[in-house]
């Protein structure tokens, strides 16, 4: 039978709508939603070829475990699974307390799955470790939101590309990484020519080249830029007084602090021309701007500062709810935002909830009929596995993410989970790195297979229905928490109250009611007007009747005062330093045609044709002056490993920096990916860590 089912992309945070096409319960096609308003029926090389990801050879569909750390993995049933996990676990939070046990989760997995896990750590085992992948992509967002806006609430919308007058993309490859925002992008300048696009990024990307003015500055550096642009923009009178004046605090103190950022110091920190910086400062200053920025702020041990300094332009140009401004900060994953909505990482709570408020801790025990949540703040992604490592934590739960191909520095990450006395992964897929190191696996359903919500970049939250019928043994993720945490209770001697989940909606429905009087106040929504009304963005509620499509167009932001709160940063250099030893700047990315570790791209012939293996691209002057030439191996290194690919030449490339796409790991090539050399230091507010750029030397591997 024939059957087309509405679904979103499972790939980036645009969100984009399909329409599943499927045919005796198996997936055959993919198109996009033509109303769905992310894309309008557009897809991707990505998106376009989902359908081509569902098969089941790369899918686990049994559960499997094995009893002893090195035997091996036989299949096995879900109750001897699930037992085995529930004993194991009951066994050591008795024996070593709550905190020796840590979930480490997923932007991939819908908000349902998300606030099952939260509520069973938290909740139930009473730990705040979980954390999740998001960790690694948007934290630094979410704390540069908080730090100036009072709210990890993205004020802007996909349609303010069609009204803004300057374009200010920051740390994005969105050709690339956000390929359909992209596409909006170049039919907003087709329309307007006089849209001015301004690129902020070491590389010359296909973004970059796109732009009307590429600053390419040296890694690192753009709090220093953003201050550089807020002095010109100071000296040449384009600050909006009154906005400054009645609607934030602090300006007094960054106006002494960017003071010191003259156009002189700045294109010196940075790299590139004076009359740059200035063109970049007036064509901001005379608005409306909108930023649009991602991984190049995020993943850096200054992410916090680096997006706080960028949003304070728009506040103190009043750059801010109205249409085509405002800071835009494009998620990486297709649910970290929803993940983010219900608390599922180790420093927050349920409905955009600080973990350090004890009112909000006391909110959140109520809501879920717990005596309390825990004070003691979780360990964090980096974190996590380091205590992993070391024996403090002791049992470690993974879920849809594949860790020993994503964290940085990867062989402390592997020496982890080799020195874990327990590994559960649950995921949908068995060809990761991850894989190698479960003790147990359990399967859980993917793309087309689940029921849920997922939220966008623009707050814009798609309810999914499943196209066809869970294959194998495999189980919805929210399914297997569920059932995992009511043999838990048994074993912990507790009532067997908390998870009475039989579907979906239930839990959305409680996590509807966590976020009333919230910023993101959603106890307007529910399955029904999604599916009726489609795609609703929050908040959403009895005051607010549809959704907002931007946030503070009336100057009141979620401060005690009302007030938005300009941010102090100074620049300060990346964790590594280039030097004699290690000359050349190593940064990483993403490719248009592959997602994460390739788990699903991976296994799509055509989305090679792009880019089919994974190189290094070098500058010609770099290449030339080792007698390197297009296509020799090279050996990358510095102290965390080594990786050795080919050499390729780029222009997109400056001199002394280099580039390998994140994408490969060690199922993919002999080695473990770039991110094997990455440093695990992170932001001291977000705890993100800095995995886009290290410094490395390079040699040539001569053949025998
Ligand atoms: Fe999927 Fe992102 Fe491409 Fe849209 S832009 S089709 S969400 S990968």
């Not at 106006?255 to 010191?260: C, I």
């Amino acid at each position: 039978m024939l059957k087309e089912t509405r679904s979103t992309c499972c790939y980036c945070g645009v969100g984009c709508g399909v329409i599943i096409t499927s045919e005796d319960d198996r997936i055959t096609g993919v198109r996009g939603d033509p109303d769905h308003p992310a894309n309008f029926g557009r897809l991707c090389t990505k998106g376009s070829t989902l359908h081509l990801t569902a098969k089941l050879d790369t899918r686990v569909l049994q559960p499997e475990m094995r009893t002893s750390r090195h035997s091996p993995r036989q299949p096995t049933d879900w109750d001897t699974a699930l037992d085995h996990v529930a004993d194991r676990f009951a066994e050591t939070i008795r024996e070593h307390g709550p905190n020796s046990v840590a979930f480490y989760i997923s932007g991939q997995l819908l908000t349902e799955d998300y606030y099952v896990f939260n509520k069973l750590a938290k909740g139930l085992i009473g730990t705040n470790n979980v954390d999740t992948n998001s960790r690694l992509c948007m934290s630094s967002a979410v704390s540069g939101y908080k730090l100036t806006l009072g709210a990890d609430a993205p004020p802007a919308c996909y349609e303010d590309i069609d009204h803004t007058a300057c374009l200010f993309i920051a740390g994005s490859n969105t050709a690339y990484a956000h390929p359909i925002i992209f596409r909006r992008i170049e039919d907003a300048k087709a329309r307007n020519p006089d849209m001015k696009i301004v690129v902020v990024d070491p590389r010359r990307t296909d973004t970059a080249t796109f732009a009307d003015l590429h600053l390419a500055i040296q890694p690192g550096t753009d709090v220093a830029l953003f201050n550089g642009m807020l002095h010109i923009m100071l000296w040449e009178g384009m600050l909006d007084q009154a906005f400054i004046r009645e609607h934030t605090n602090g300006f007094d103190a960054l106006k002494e602090t960017v003071r010191e950022y003259t156009p002189k110091m700045v294109a010196d920190i940075c790299g590139i021309r004076e009359a740059d910086l200035v063109t970049a400062a007036k064509w901001f200053g005379s608005g409306p701007s909108l930023s649009m920025y991602c991984m190049g702020l995020n993943q850096s041990i200054h992410g916090s500062d680096k997006n706080a300094a960028l949003i304070n332009l728009h506040l103190a140009t009043g750059q801010i709810g109205k249409p085509g401004a405002g800071p835009f900060s494009l998620t990486g994953q297709p649910n970290a935002m929803g993940g983010r909505e219900v608390g599922g990482m180790a420093n927050l709570l349920s409905g955009h909830r600080d973990l350090d408020n004890p009112e909000h801790r006391a909110e959140v025990a109520a809501l879920w009929g717990v005596e309390d949540v825990p004070a003691t703040p979780g360990k964090t992604a980096v974190e996590m596995f380091d205590a992993l490592k070391s024996g403090e934590i002791k049992a470690i739960w993974i879920a849809c993410t594949n860790p020993a191909h994503s964290m940085p520095d990867l062989n402390q990450v592997r020496a982890a989970l080799e020195n874990a006395e327990l590994v559960v992964l649950q995921d949908a897929y068995g060809n990761t790195d991850t894989n190698i190191y479960a003790d147990v696996v359990l399967p859980a359903t993917s793309w087309g297979e689940k029921e849920g919500t997922v939220t966008n970049s623009e707050r814009r939250i798609t309810h999914i229905t499943p196209a066809v019928a869970k294959p194998g043994a495999a189980r919805h993720d929210w399914e297997i928490v569920v059932d995992f945490a009511q043999r838990l209770e048994q074993r912990l001697g507790k009532a067997n109250t908390l998870f009475n989940y039989l579907v979906p909606e239930t839990i959305f429905n409680e996590h509807r009611e966590s976020t009333r009087g919230r910023d993101l106040d959603i106890t307007g929504l529910s399955y029904q007007i999604l599916d009726t009304q489609g795609p609703q963005q929050w908040p959403l509620n009895e005051k607010v009747s549809t959704g907002l499509q931007r946030l503070y167009s009336d100057g009141i932001f979620p401060k005690p005062d009302g007030r938005a709160q300009f941010h102090i940063a100074h620049y300060k250099p990346t964790a590594d330093k280039t030097d004699a030893r290690q000359p050349l700047h190593l940064l990483t990315g993403r490719l248009r045609d592959q997602w994460h570790g390739m788990s699903r791209t991976g296994t799509v012939a055509q989305l090679f044709n792009h880019v089919d293996e994974p190189v290094i691209s070098l500058n010609q002057q770099d290449m030339e002056r080792r007698q390197i030439k297009p296509g020799d191996l090279v050996k990358v290194s510095n102290k965390r490993g080594s990786l050795t690919l080919r050499a390729q030449p780029s222009d997109e490339i400056q001199p002394a920096q280099s580039f390998i796409p994140m994408h490969w790991g060690s199922q993919f090539m002999s080695g473990l990916g770039c991110n094997a050399l990455m440093p695990s230091a992170f932001d001291k507010i977000s705890r993100q860590p800095e995995l886009k750029h290290t410094a490395v030397k390079l040699e040539k591997v001569e053949l025998a």
